[in-house]
């Protein structure tokens, strides 16, 4: 079935580059994204890749995509303390609907 | 601004009552979720709708039912709510066609106690 797998917690220093890993197992999934979700609000879509692409790079945001491996990255320069929240990375799902698959989510702390 | 609201950020009802959360959106989306948020559990879809009045269910559909009569609402009922359904509640929805981006609301808190 589908799954997708994080790592649920990282910790960086404020002016370091995070990077917060993803596998997923659907290889039929045509968009992979990343959510953002700060405490106690909801998720806000970060970026998105397509799933013919290898990178995208968005401000201080870089994702890669290695559909090889079956895993995604969303790396994050220059780490601001504001950047601390859960992030989750998701797929679309091969069911034919617009349902996602998401992962666990990876608590991101940044101290100064 | 895209917006989806839910009715409560807090909630507290007692075990066996029957519970409402109810979630608008205003962008003319065909597609709404309903997930529940856990620790250590992430996201996990309850129900979904892609038109009015048609419902599939997720993953964990069980102790849930849902109602959408008009496009823009989406109700997730809890028919005797139990301890184990203290959560996060997520409410989303997107365009068609299927893999656009999910616009989330802020979330409802409910504890059951």
């Known amino acids: 079935g589908e799954d997708v797998e994080q790592s649920l917690f990282l910790s960086v220093r404020e002016g370091d580059s995070s990077v917060i890993n993803c596998t997923y197992t659907d290889s039929s999934s045509t968009y992979l994204y990343w959510y953002k979700q700060e405490p106690g609000a909801g998720l806000q879509l970060l970026t998105y890749?397509?799933?013919?692409?290898d990178m995208k790079q968005d401000q201080r945001l870089t994702v890669l995509l290695n559909k090889k491996d079956k895993h995604l990255s969303l790396r994050i320069a220059d780490t601001q303390t504001g950047d601390s929240a859960i992030y989750f990375c998701a797929e679309t799902s091969g069911s034919g609907y617009s349902t996602l698959t998401f992962g666990k989510g990876t608590m991101l702390l940044v101290s100064p | 601004d895209v917006k989806v609201t839910q009715s409560s950020r807090y909630l507290v009802k007692r075990t066996g009552e029957k519970v409402f959360l109810e979630c608008v959106q205003d962008?003319?989306?065909?597609?709404m979720f309903w997930y529940r948020q856990d620790p250590g559990l992430g996201l996990r879809l309850i129900y979904f709708s892609y038109d009015v009045k048609m419902k599939e269910k997720g993953d964990i559909p069980e102790g849930y039912s849902v109602s959408r009569e008009k496009k823009e609402r989406f109700s997730l009922i809890l028919e005797s709510a139990s301890t184990n359904q203290t959560s996060m509640y997520l409410c989303?929805?997107?365009?068609?066609?299927?893999?656009?981006?999910?616009?989330f609301g802020p979330g409802t808190r409910l504890t059951v106690l």
């Open positions: 890749i397509f799933s013919n692409m």
């Open positions: 989303a929805s997107s365009p068609s066609p299927p893999g656009q981006e999910q616009f």
């Open positions: 962008m003319d989306h065909e597609n």
